[in-house]
């Protein structure tokens, strides 16, 4: 039976790695992935590729981390430019987690160890998350809109 990469993956992806690229490199069997006139055990390719692109992937997310360490946002615009890069990052992290985490053959390779550690983490990272959404609906987004315009803020 052949099949193609799963495209979900392409969240995990630099943006110009896809599972359509590496489809192209070769068609992918249960067993065995033709690569030209050669034939190479399928684990050992896709083990391969996905090692290549994770380290991509880990090397772009250490560039957007020093990044935003050493921003220093000149004006307004600037600062909602900053902030949109914070969300999109978090954005495609949650998308490719969540991809990952969606194959039963991917999270199987995570032992229960593994998946204890990530939950602690996410549990983690969640719970920081909605202390910081609730403070900045009680801080910034309460009244955001002058009442004297209605019901509707569009008018």
Not at 94 to 110: C, F, K, R, T, V
Not at 127 to 137: F, G, L, P, Q, T
Request: proline share 5%.
């Amino acid at each position: 039976m052949l099949k193609r990469l799963d495209p979900c993956f392409d969240s995990l992806l630099p943006s110009r790695i896809s599972s359509k690229n590496i489809a192209h490199q070769g068609v992918v069997s249960d067993s065995l992935i033709t690569l030209g006139k050669k034939q190479l055990p399928s684990t050992l390719i896709l083990s391969t590729n996905w090692n290549e692109n994770i380290e991509k992937i880990r090397e772009g997310i250490i560039e957007l981390k020093e990044n935003l360490k050493g921003a220093d946002p000149k004006d307004r615009l600037d600062l909602v430019s900053k902030i949109m890069d914070c969300i999109q990052f978090m954005k495609q992290s949650n998308i490719g987690w969540a991809s990952m985490l969606a194959n039963p053959q991917m999270a199987n390779e995570l032992d229960e160890e593994a998946l204890r550690d990530i939950f602690g983490k996410f549990r983690k990272i969640t719970i920081e998350r909605i202390e910081n959404d609730v403070d900045s609906i009680d801080r910034y987004m309460i009244n955001l809109i002058p009442r004297n315009l209605g019901s509707d803020p569009l008018n």
